[in-house]
């Protein structure tokens, strides 16, 4: 079955501007992850979504970020006014919502840069 | 404060070898373990994990160690192939809560042929 899409693959952008990062989880999961990857480090959680509800943004960096979803479907991550330091490979995570399952599905990541 | 250590940033081995892909955790509350592998330009695939009441799962040429006295955890690949050449990211979460993964900074694998 499809995996876990994103889009856009690649952004540029000028900072300064504001950039909206979308995700569409596999079918039936519910729930959905963000994280980032800077250059050379591992990734790092951003917010989680159970349904459309977001009980954990705990790892949004500012209140730059934020992120909504629709009922168990696609999510949007928005960055305002983009910095530098933003630049990095924004992933979306998906997984079912079980006791014994803790595996996420990954799609492939939207590379920001801000220039 | 890195909770998840991976602390050989690379890693070349022969074809057909055993590789050994290192990892160590400090927060005693995580309870699973996940091996994830990464191409480039791809996200993160699931490879092999471990619950904390197992100290060794196996899934084909993959082998995940689990020493939660020592708080840490490797993964074998045996035999190594070229194929097997990306980053493996070791990954734990809590049993409880959003079980949001906390990531190690990877490994790069090189399987030389």
């Known amino acids: 079955g499809a995996g876990v899409s994103q889009s856009p693959s690649n952004k540029v952008t000028e900072k300064g501007k504001d950039v909206e990062l979308r995700c569409d989880p596999i079918s039936g999961h519910t729930a959905l992850y963000w994280y980032r990857q800077r250059l050379g480090q591992g990734l790092e959680f951003l917010i989680y979504f159970q349904g459309n509800s977001a009980p954990d943004k705990s790892g949004l960096p500012s209140d730059r970020f934020s992120a909504e979803r629709t009922g168990e479907s696609v999510s949007t991550l928005t960055i305002q006014r983009t910095q530098q330091e933003d630049s990095a490979v924004y992933l979306c995570?998906?997984?079912?919502?079980?006791?014994?399952?803790?595996?996420?599905?990954f799609g492939p990541g939207t590379r920001l840069t801000v220039t | 404060d890195q909770q998840v250590k991976q602390n050989s940033p690379s890693l070349s081995v022969q074809e057909g070898r055993i590789s050994i892909l290192n990892c160590d955790y400090t927060?005693?509350?995580?309870?699973?373990f996940l091996w994830y592998k990464k191409y480039p330009a791809e996200g993160p695939t699931f490879l092999i994990s471990?619950?904390?009441?197992?100290d060794k799962n196996e899934d084909g040429r993959f082998t995940v160690f689990l020493n939660k006295s020592a708080k840490h955890l490797s993964l074998h690949i045996v035999p190594s192939q070229p194929g097997d050449s990306a980053v493996y990211f070791c990954a734990a979460s809590m049993d409880t809560g959003r079980r949001a993964l906390t990531f190690g900074s990877g490994t790069r694998l090189q399987v030389q042929p």
């Open positions: 471990i619950s904390s009441i197992k």
């Open positions: 927060n005693s509350m995580f309870d699973y």
């Open positions: 995570a998906s997984s079912y919502t079980t006791q014994t399952s803790h595996e996420q599905y």
